[in-house]
Nanobody, 126 residues
C-alpha cells in the first residue's frame, strides 16, 4: 500500500523558508499526481500545490504562487514543497496526498486524492 510520510516542518520567522518532504514508503504503481494541502484548526483542507508524477505540469494556489515550488524525485519516491517568504497565515499542518490513476482533473479539491499523509506542522512566528 502507499504510505505517505511528511517531514521538514518547524518553527520559522516571518520571511523565512522551509522545505517540506513527502516520502512514499510503500509500493507505488504507475503514474500519479501529488498534491500539497494545509489545514488549520476548525477549517477544511486548503489546496496549496500539485505536481504530476512526471513533473510536466505544476499548479499553485494564489496564496503561495510566486514564493513556493513543488518538485519531485522519482528515484526516491519523494515530493518536495519549498516555501519561501513565509507569512503568519502560512501557519498550518501541511499534508501531502496522492491521486492514483485514473487521475482527476479537479486537483484543487481534496476529494480528488486517494491517499493522505498525517501532516507536518509549520509555524511562522511574528
Amino acid at each position: 500500500q502507499v504510505q505517505l510520510v511528511e517531514s521538514g516542518g518547524g518553527l520559522v520567522q516571518v520571511g523565512g523558508s522551509l522545505r517540506l518532504s513527502c516520502a512514499d514508503s510503500g509500493r507505488t504503481f504507475g503514474l500519479y499526481n501529488m498534491g500539497w494541502f494545509r489545514r488549520t484548526p476548525g477549517k477544511e483542507r486548503e489546496f496549496v500545490a500539485m505536481i504530476t508524477w512526471s513533473g510536466r505540469f505544476v499548479h499553485y494556489a494564489d496564496s503561495v504562487k510566486g514564493r513556493s515550488a513543488i518538485s519531485r524525485d522519482n528515484a526516491t519516491n519523494t515530493v518536495y514543497l519549498q516555501l519561501n517568504s513565509l507569512k503568519p497565515e502560512d501557519t498550518a499542518v501541511y499534508l501531502c496526498a496522492a491521486d492514483r490513476p485514473p487521475v482527476s482533473s479537479n486537483y484543487v479539491s481534496e476529494y480528488a486524492y486517494d491517499e493522505w499523509g498525517r501532516g507536518t506542522q509549520v509555524t511562522v512566528s511574528s
